[in-house]
């Protein structure tokens, strides 16, 4: 039998899920994973992704629901969505995307109290029998090295807002 190493997920394991918002944790961008931070909207990378560039785009304020949102911060969202993508396109050059917002626990919301997009690279070929058979992702860049690579694109990022 062969072993394939995961240490790094023994901190999602170990973690008190109960210690706060992580998007409002962010808001200091001293966590590592913290891309970008502007006046009404952010971008983290997902602590624990997917598959690498695995990005989480949410408004500042901390609400629940779309219905919660002004129109500019709904505006900037959805631009900040759209402009993770194209550096996305540019640094990882990814075949496509899946984007979502899971609102409610019972449609997968993992942090329900804090409304956010998941921003999920595609490559044609990067699913694979571990997923199926051993439920294990292969992620193959450290989360250090997916940020080093991002962060130069969103440290001058403007928005309209």
């Known amino acids: 039998m062969k072993t394939i190493w995961a240490p790094w997920r023994i901190e999602y394991i170990l973690e008190n899920k109960n210690e706060g918002c992580i998007f409002c944790d962010a808001l200091s961008g001293n966590d590592g994973l913290t891309l970008f931070k502007g006046n ?8 624990f ?9 949410s408004p500042v304020r901390h609400v ?28 990882m ?28 690279p595609r490559w044609f070929g990067d699913t694979n029998a571990l997923a199926v058979f051993a439920d294990v992702r292969v992620i193959p860049e450290h989360l250090t090295a997916t940020y080093n690579n991002l962060k130069p694109h969103f440290t001058n990022l403007m928005l309209s807002a």
């Open 93 to 120: 050059k990814p075949d496509g995307f899946n984007v979502g917002l899971n609102l409610g626990k019972v449609a997968g919301a993992g942090i329900e109290e804090h409304l956010h997009f998941h921003i999920v």
């Open 40 to 47: 009404s909207t952010m971008v983290v990378m997902n602590k």
């Open 64 to 91: 629940a629901t779309l219905t919660e949102l002004d129109r500019n911060e709904m505006a900037d969202l959805l631009v900040l969505v759209e402009k993770s993508i194209g550096i996305l396109k540019l640094v």
């Open 49 to 57: 992704p997917y598959i690498n560039g695995h990005l989480l785009v």
